[in-house]
């Protein structure tokens, strides 16, 4: 397999960066046109002092290399898909000064962001054949594949000197094969899946898992960081999306076990909020805990990472560990799991609410 380099840059100190694979977002420039003039750093993050690593995924050398984000980008950005994600992300870009033009399939997701001072246009085909550099952002690989390669899909308004730049959550076959039809039109591509959910998206705060084009990583790391607090540069295309996979198949896991801690500790007589506090100041701690540990309590699951969404990232992590066969029988359990939530009508709840597929088993 070839050797794939790693890169970070961090909106806060110098990260050690861990061994990777693969993922993807789609961005388009073309230096001749427009202006993203008023790219304002947040004065927390001061924009020249990013630092940024140049790491193997898989050997750890490393070297560093300039960071690009002094380069502001100067274009015209276009932005399909407009749901929990990808709206306030076009929105942070709005708001940065950039001039944005957005798609939704749905097109009544757009008016915010046109109220805000988007243009809007009727095809992805059309956004970006009016864009430098295009970014989408759909729910899975079918809608990514179609939005980009399908009829008045982007590519077709694709060319020389422009970009794409797919953030969906996919696995590497479907990246790859959108990637080579946006490279076949002379334009370049870059796949950029995002850690970080609905909150970090409003709060400039994901985490960019890139790969593809160098040269296109390097034009959009400004707009990148308008939207992130870091980017990591994996090499060729499909490390980003394994790499994506690869940590959300972990917090698939530690949510169902989570609230299987949850139920048991309310089944033998603890305080589940009790258990929350435990686990906060332990060493399992994570953020996700205190954040939806509350509401889970209560029942409730105002969405934020949709839970068909999380049943479709475990179904691609078991897919990319069959072509490697590595066993991962924890996360093929807890896919079984999230296919019992989605069988009882919970897809479009938070991905928390797998609580209730183990409820519903334990009082049957
Ligand atoms: N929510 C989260 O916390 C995170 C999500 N992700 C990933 O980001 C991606 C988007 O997530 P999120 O914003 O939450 O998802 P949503 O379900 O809120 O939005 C999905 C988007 O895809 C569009 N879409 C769906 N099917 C089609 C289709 N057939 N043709 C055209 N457009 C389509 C939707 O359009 P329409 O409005 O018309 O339905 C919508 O714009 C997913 O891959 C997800 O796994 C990654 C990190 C965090
Ligand atoms: O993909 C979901 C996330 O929270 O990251």
Redesign the pocket.
């Known amino acids: 397999m070839a050797m794939a380099m790693t890169t970070l840059i961090s909106k806060t100190t110098p990260i050690s960066i861990c061994p990777s694979t693969t993922t993807s977002m789609a961005i388009a420039f073309n230096s001749a046109s427009a202006f993203c003039p008023q790219f304002k750093p947040k004065p927390t993050f001061p924009l020249f002092s990013k630092p940024l690593f140049f790491l193997s995924s898989r050997q750890f050398s490393s070297r560093v290399i300039n960071a690009s984000t002094k380069d502001e980008f100067s274009g015209r950005v276009g932005f399909l898909?407009?749901?929990?994600?990808?709206s306030p992300m076009a929105q942070n870009l709005l708001k940065a000064g950039c001039d944005v033009t957005v798609w939704?399939?749905?097109k009544s997701?757009c008016d915010p962001l046109i109220s805000l001072g988007a243009t809007y246009q009727p095809s992805p085909e059309e956004v970006a054949a009016s864009c430098d550099v295009t970014f989408a952002?759909?729910?899975?690989p079918?809608?990514a594949v179609?939005?980009a390669c399908g009829k008045h899909g982007a590519a077709n308004g694709m060319g020389p000197g422009k970009g794409y730049v797919d953030?969906?959550?996919?696995d590497d076959g479907t990246s790859k094969l959108i990637s080579e039809r946006i490279k076949a039109t002379g334009a370049l591509f870059l796949e950029a899946?995002?850690?970080?959910?609905?909150k970090p998206a409003e709060d400039g705060q994901l985490i960019f898992l890139t790969a593809g084009d160098q040269s296109l990583y390097e034009k959009v790391a400004s707009l990148l960081d308008i939207m992130g607090k870091s980017k990591f540069y994996l090499g060729d295309v499909g490390n980003g999306a394994a790499m994506k996979l690869v940590v959300n198949m972990v917090m698939g896991s530690m949510m169902a076990s989570f609230s299987e801690g949850l139920l048991l500790s309310e089944k033998v007589g603890l305080d589940p909020s009790v258990l929350v506090e435990v686990i906060t100041q332990g060493a399992i701690n994570a953020p996700m805990f205190k954040l939806k540990g509350p509401s889970m309590i209560q029942s409730q699951y105002p969405t934020?990472?949709?839970l068909k969404?999380q049943q479709?990232?475990l179904r691609l992590a078991l897919g990319l560990a069959e072509s490697v066969s590595q066993p991962i029988p924890i996360a093929a359990a807890t896919n079984e799991l999230y296919k019992i939530a989605k069988s009882r009508g919970l897809s479009d709840q938070d991905f928390s609410a797998v609580i209730e597929a183990l409820k519903s088993n334990t009082t049957e």
């Not at 898909?81 to 990808?86: R, S």
């Not at 952002?137 to 899975?140: E, G, K, N, S, V």
């Not at 953030?167 to 996919?170: D, N, W």
């Open positions: 898909g407009l749901g929990i994600m990808g939704n399939r749905t997701k952002m759909l729910a899975d079918e809608s179609d939005v953030i969906s959550t996919v899946p995002v850690s970080g959910s609905k934020a990472f949709p969404h479709k990232d």
